[in-house]
C-alpha cells in the first residue's frame, strides 16, 4: 500500500467518537471489576503483582486501596509517593511554597526533554494531552498557513483534526497500519512547498508505532531549516528518548498520566527559541484564549523564578504529584529508565511472539517500549479478552484505530510497573493474558 498525501484526514470527529466508544465498552466490562468488593477480587492489590501477596515486599507496605492492575497505555499505575503527595494541604497558588514547588517542577522539565538552552521554553498546564495540540495551532500556526502531519494512526490524525480547527492547511502524509511515513517521502513533501511545522506522533497510542525523530529532524534541517519540528510526545515522554537540543525540536507536548507518571490533567510541553519568535512574529493574535502563550509565557517564567503569578488557576495537588514524579524520575540518569523499558518491552515483545500473536508495528524498529499493540487471534474478540484479563486482575485496553479496532488488544508497560523492581506486573500480565486466550479458546501452535 503507497503512501500518500491528502488533503484532509481521513476521519471525522463523529467518526473518532463511535471508535472512542467501541474501546470503552471494552473497558466498561473490565472496570466494572474495580467496582465489586475486596471479597469478590480474585487479584487484588495494584501492587500485588502475582496471586501469592509475599512475593511483593512493596505490595504488602502500599497505601493504595485493593484494585485491579492498570495496564493500558495511560493513565498508568502510580508510585505511592506520588499519590500521597496530592493529599498535600490546601494552599494559595501564589504562594511562596507553592511557587517553589512549581518552579522546581518547570526546571526538572528541562532535564527530563534535555535542555539546557536558556530560550527553551517550558510550560505546564491544567488539563490533558490534547490541549498541547491547541497549544501548537493556536499559537505558532495562524490561518492559511501550511503543516504538514505524519499520520501513524487516530491521534496523528486528530492532531491534523485540530490544526485544521484553528484554520492550518494540512497535508496528511499517511502510513499503512502498523508503519509509519519513510524519509525519502517526507524529503518529497517537503520540497513540494513550503511548510510553517512538520508534526510527527512520537509513538502513537493508537498502533504502538514508534516514530524516529533523529534523523527526520536532520531531514527537516536540511530540506526545510525554516519548518518548525513538533512532536506529539503524549505517549513516549519519559518511556522513550528525547534529547530535545541534539535534535533540533521546535516542540514536544505530552501528558501527566503516562511514562511521566502523575495523575492526569497536566498538559505538559517544551518549545525552542526557535518556536517561541515564531509565536512572537505572529500577525494575528493567537487563536485561543486559555491555550495563549501570550498569557501563559510570562506565568511560567515567574513561576520558574520563583515569582508569584497569575494568568489562570493552576491545580497544586497534581503540581506537587508532578514535582514529586519528576524527582524520582531523575534520581537516576535517564538513560537507565530508557533501557530499562526497552528490556522489558523487548521481554513482552518476545512474549506475544511465543503465543503466536502478531504486533501492530511490525517492524521492529518502529515498535514501541511503553506499549505494544497486538492483533487478537481471529476467533478471539476484544469484548470476550479484556472481561477475562480483569478476572485475572489485569486491565488492558482495547483498540481504537478505525480500520482494526476490533482485531487487537492495547497494553501498556511504562513507569512503575516497569521500573520498581519489587513489582512483578509485567510477569502477571503475560501469564493472564495466555490464560485468557485459552479461556477465549485459542491455542498456540
Not at 125 to 139: E, Q
Not at 208 to 225: F, H, I, M
Not at 358 to 376: E, F, R, W
Amino acid at each position: 500500500m503507497p503512501h500518500r498525501i491528502l488533503s484532509t484526514s481521513t476521519s471525522s470527529p463523529a467518526a473518532r467518537a463511535s471508535i472512542i466508544s467501541r474501546h470503552l465498552l471494552g473497558g466498561v466490562q473490565s472496570s466494572a471489576h474495580s467496582t465489586l468488593s475486596s471479597n469478590t477480587l480474585p487479584i487484588q492489590s495494584r501492587a500485588i503483582s502475582s496471586t501469592s501477596p509475599s512475593t511483593s515486599p512493596s505490595a504488602n507496605m502500599s497505601s493504595q486501596p485493593e484494585h485491579p492492575t492498570l495496564l493500558i497505555p495511560g493513565p498508568i499505575e502510580f508510585d505511592d509517593a506520588v499519590l500521597q503527595s496530592m493529599s498535600h494541604f490546601s494552599e494559595s497558588h501564589v504562594g511562596p511554597g507553592f511557587v517553589a514547588t512549581f518552579g522546581e517542577a518547570l526546571s526538572m522539565l528541562r532535564k527530563l526533554f534535555q535542555t539546557t538552552s536558556p530560550t527553551s521554553q517550558p510550560f505546564v498546564i491544567s488539563g490533558s494531552g490534547t490541549l498541547g495540540w491547541d497549544l501548537v495551532a493556536a499559537n505558532l500556526v495562524e490561518p492559511g498557513e501550511e503543516v504538514l502531519v505524519l499520520s501513524t494512526g487516530y491521534f496523528s490524525d486528530g492532531f491534523a483534526d485540530c490544526l485544521k480547527i484553528y484554520g492550518a492547511n494540512v497535508d496528511l502524509l499517511k502510513a499503512p497500519v502498523g508503519a509509519r511515513p519513510q524519509l525519502p517521502e517526507i524529503e518529497q513533501a517537503l520540497k513540494s512547498k513550503k511548510y510553517k511545522a512538520v508534526t510527527v506522533t512520537h509513538v502513537d497510542t493508537s498502533t504502538g508505532v514508534l516514530s524516529e525523530l533523529s534523523k527526520l529532524s536532520e531531514t527537516v534541517q536540511r530540506v526545510s531549516p525554516d519548518t518548525l519540528l513538533i512532536v506529539d510526545g503524549v505517549c513516549s515522554v519519559a518511556s522513550e528518548e528525547i534529547d530535545f537540543d541534539a535534535w533540533r525540536l521546535d516542540g514536544v507536548i505530552t501528558a501527566s498520566q503516562k511514562a511521566i507518571g502523575c495523575p492526569a490533567g497536566l498538559s505538559i510541553s517544551m518549545f525552542s527559541g526557535k518556536a517561541m519568535e515564531a509565536f512572537k512574529a505572529r500577525k494575528s493574535p493567537p487563536g485561543s484564549y486559555f491555550a495563549s502563550m501570550k498569557n501563559w509565557t510570562p506565568i511560567m517564567q515567574n513561576y520558574e523564578a520563583k515569582k508569584p503569578s497569575y494568568f489562570a488557576t493552576p491545580s497544586p495537588q497534581l503540581v506537587h504529584a508532578l514535582h514529586t514524579a519528576l524527582s524520582q524520575i531523575l534520581v537516576k540518569p535517564l538513560s537507565d529508565r530508557f533501557a530499562r523499558h526497552q528490556e522489558v518491552s523487548d521481554k513482552i515483545k518476545q512474549a506475544v511472539a511465543q503465543l503466536g500473536l502478531k504486533q501492530v508495528a511490525l517492524n521492529p524498529d518502529d515498535q514501541a517500549h511503553g506499549m505494544t499493540a497486538i492483533y487478537l487471534p481471529e476467533m478471539v474478540k476484544a469484548t470476550d479478552l479484556l472481561p477475562k484479563l480483569a478476572k485475572s486482575g489485569v486491565v488492558f485496553a482495547g483498540g481504537i484505530h478505525k480500520e482494526i479496532a476490533a482485531k487487537y488488544v492495547r497494553f501498556g508497560h511504562m513507569g512503575v510497573s516497569v521500573t520498581d523492581p519489587a513489582r512483578t506486573d509485567i510477569d502477571k500480565a503475560i501469564a493472564a493474558l495466555e490464560t485468557g486466550l485459552a479461556e477465549c479458546g485459542y491455542q498456540k501452535a
